[in-house]
């Protein structure tokens, strides 16, 4: 069976500076790969996702992510962090003959310092 | 276009009493899901339906917990008799198609539920 994992319960980065948020996951075959933001209070907003070609996907909010076969890795970065990115973050996997369902990892609460 | 709506969006209630939660999925939409998210256990699939049907039910935890979607704008997810254990936060999403097809599941802004 497929899982996530997000190996960063909390990170905490200074206003500006550069993001990355780890997840790695596990599945025989090629998975299908998601990133979902929750604000506090609210439900989850999708950031961007991978099903298939160009390994770098890009997402709303200036988010990026890259799927690493070899690595079982899709991590989430940003260039700058802005304070209103502050939130959880979530990883998710698909699998191709799993229709509808998503593994979700743990989680990454992030927190930015001014 | 609207969103997936709950309601409602925060219950309080006493153990033993019956809860039930309701979800309107985003019109047009074949899929719909009902996660649970709790500090220890995270975001949990319950169950999905596809075209009303249930698909998969393999993480609703007990019998006390059932799901229903009567029509394709709508669907109830029902606790009974309810627990303290139950308190969570309870997303219904809905997906156009298959997620394997490249489609995306859209979550509603969850029903906060307290079983005192």
């Known amino acids: 069976a497929q899982s996530v994992t997000q190996p960063d319960i909390h990170i905490t980065v200074s206003e500006g500076a550069s993001l990355e948020l780890r997840c790695n996951y596990s599945?025989?075959?090629?998975?299908?790969l998601f990133w979902y933001v929750q604000s506090p209070g609210q439900g989850l907003q999708l950031l961007l996702k991978?099903?298939?070609?160009?390994?770098l996907v890009q997402g709303i909010k200036g988010f990026e992510a890259e799927f690493k076969r070899s690595q079982s890795s899709f991590n989430l970065r940003k260039p700058s962090v802005h304070w209103s990115d502050a939130a959880e973050y979530f990883c998710?996997?698909?699998?191709?003959?799993?229709?509808?369902?998503?593994?979700f990892g743990q989680g990454t609460e992030l927190s930015v310092k001014p | 276009d609207a969103g997936v709506i709950q309601s409602p969006r925060h219950e309080v209630t006493e153990m033993g009493q019956e809860v039930t939660l309701r979800c309107k999925p985003i019109?047009?939409?074949?899929?719909l899901f009902w996660y649970r998210q709790t500090m220890m256990r995270g975001l949990e699939l319950l169950i999905y339906?596809?075209?009303?049907?249930?698909?998969?039910d393999s993480g609703m935890p007990e019998d006390r917990f059932s799901a229903k979607m009567p029509n394709a704008s709508f669907s109830t997810l029902k606790i009974q008799p309810s627990e303290p254990r139950d308190s969570a936060v309870y997303f219904c999403?809905?997906?156009?198609?298959?997620?394997?097809?490249?489609?995306?599941?859209?979550f509603g802004e969850g029903s906060w539920l307290t079983v005192v």
């Open positions: 999403a809905s997906s156009l198609r298959r997620v394997s097809s490249g489609n995306t599941i859209y």
């Open positions: 599945y025989g075959a090629t998975p299908y």
């Open positions: 991978y099903f298939s070609g160009d390994t």
């Open positions: 998710a996997v698909g699998a191709r003959n799993q229709g509808g369902k998503l593994i």
């Open positions: 019109s047009g939409h074949d899929y």
């Open positions: 339906f596809n075209n009303n049907v249930p698909i998969d």
